[in-house]
């Protein structure tokens, strides 16, 4: 989904606006824009608000900011919904067989000198996704119709395409715009009841371009962002990593020494250089047992057959 051009509001609009506004705005001081919520189609998590949910998601969303590219800390770039309606496109028919309409938001947001990067992305035509969360109590399956039941989302079941519905939404959260390149293919980043679907922190459409992609690879400020916070994170667990393995070693030159004395530490070293984790913690176990075969084991001194052994007449005296 995506923002749309526009400008000063009409005099209909600043009223609205001043509804929410917290001093007496003028028409030279707010930019007000279109952004396109959600819609009733299937998307790629196999989900799709029914066009009753759409309805009710209008009011919920009025009156909700809207944040840029994730920057939840500068509350100044925050646009916020003045009008919210379903807006029906009669020439495009949905997977359910329904006409197409899509929650159009009416946002504003005050002429700053922080908010003059959003207004200016919004101008150039560059796309701004919008990515929503809200909170629904009804989801079902579209092949059975029932809200637990064993269809898989994304699976086709006689040929039949199974989705979710989701319906009578409860509440609306903020939400986000993501500037991404004008060229990029359509798609809808967004999340319901808060829950982003991530893999290492980085949004799964993000790795599905880099592992797929060909040639050159454009990414927005926000995904380059997410990226260099996956590596980090990636960069940690691999320490995490360096480190058991490093342990491990340890284990298998120690246990080694007993179990093998002739292969020596600086071979055992080398030799575990070359083997994979699983097989580093396989040879530790064994080198582990072996060692404790070898070593002398401690007398047992209380035990019955140590009893016996004392009793056996041949040492009696
Ligand atoms: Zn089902």
């Known amino acids: 989904m995506e923002t749309e051009r526009s400008g000063a509001p009409?005099?209909?609009?600043?009223?609205?606006?001043?509804?929410?506004?917290?001093?007496?705005?003028?028409?030279?001081?707010?930019?007000?824009f279109r952004a396109a919520l959600c819609d009733n189609e299937v998307d790629r998590d196999f989900e799709c608000f029914s066009r009753d949910a759409l309805e009710k998601l209008a009011p919920l969303f009025v009156g909700k900011t809207g944040i840029l590219d994730h920057e939840r800390t500068s509350r100044g770039q925050a646009a916020r919904v003045?009008?919210?309606?379903?807006?029906?496109?009669?020439?495009?028919?949905?997977?359910?067989?329904?006409?197409?309409?899509?929650?159009?938001?009416e946002c504003y947001v005050a002429r700053t000198a922080e908010t003059a990067p959003l207004i200016a992305s919004i101008e150039s035509g560059i796309r701004k996704e919008v990515s929503v969360g809200c909170a629904v109590a009804k989801r079902t399956c579209s092949v059975c119709g029932k809200a637990t039941c064993d269809h898989v989302r994304g699976r086709r079941y006689g040929g039949e395409l199974c989705f979710h519905i989701l319906d009578e939404p409860t509440d609306a959260y903020e939400f986000s715009f993501v500037a991404v390149p004008a060229q990029r293919a359509a798609?809808?980043?967004?999340?319901?009841?808060?829950?982003?679907?991530?893999?290492?922190?980085?949004?799964?459409?993000?790795?599905?371009?880099?592992?797929?992609?060909?040639?050159?690879?454009?990414?927005?400020?926000?995904?380059?962002?997410?990226?260099?916070g996956a590596v980090k994170r990636l960069r940690e667990r691999a320490?995490?990593?360096?480190?058991y393995r490093e342990a491990l070693a340890e284990r298998i030159r120690?246990?080694?020494?007993?179990?093998?004395?002739e292969l020596g530490r600086e071979l055992l070293s080398a030799i575990v250089k070359g083997l994979s984790?699983?097989?580093?913690?396989?040879?530790?176990?064994?080198?582990?047992?072996?060692?404790?075969?070898?070593i002398p084991v401690q007398p047992q001194l209380f035990t019955e057959k140590n009893a016996e052994?004392?009793?056996?007449?041949a040492f009696r005296i």
């Open 10 to 32: 009409t005099k209909a609009q600043l009223e609205k606006i001043n509804a929410f506004a917290r001093r007496e705005m003028k028409a030279e001081e707010v930019y007000v």
């Open 82 to 105: 003045f009008a919210a309606r379903v807006e029906e496109d009669g020439t495009k028919t949905t997977a359910r067989g329904e006409p197409y309409a899509r929650l159009i938001a």
């Open 187 to 228: 798609g809808v980043v967004k999340g319901f009841s808060g829950a982003r679907k991530e893999e290492n922190g980085l949004q799964q459409d993000v790795m599905k371009r880099l592992e797929t992609g060909t040639g050159g690879l454009t990414l927005s400020e926000a995904e380059a962002r997410e990226l260099r």
């Open 239 to 243: 320490e995490d990593g360096d480190r």
């Open 254 to 261: 120690r246990a080694g020494a007993v179990a093998q004395p």
């Open 277 to 294: 984790v699983r097989e580093m913690e396989e040879l530790a176990e064994s080198f582990t047992k072996a060692a404790e075969r070898k």
């Open 309 to 313: 052994t004392q009793a056996d007449p």
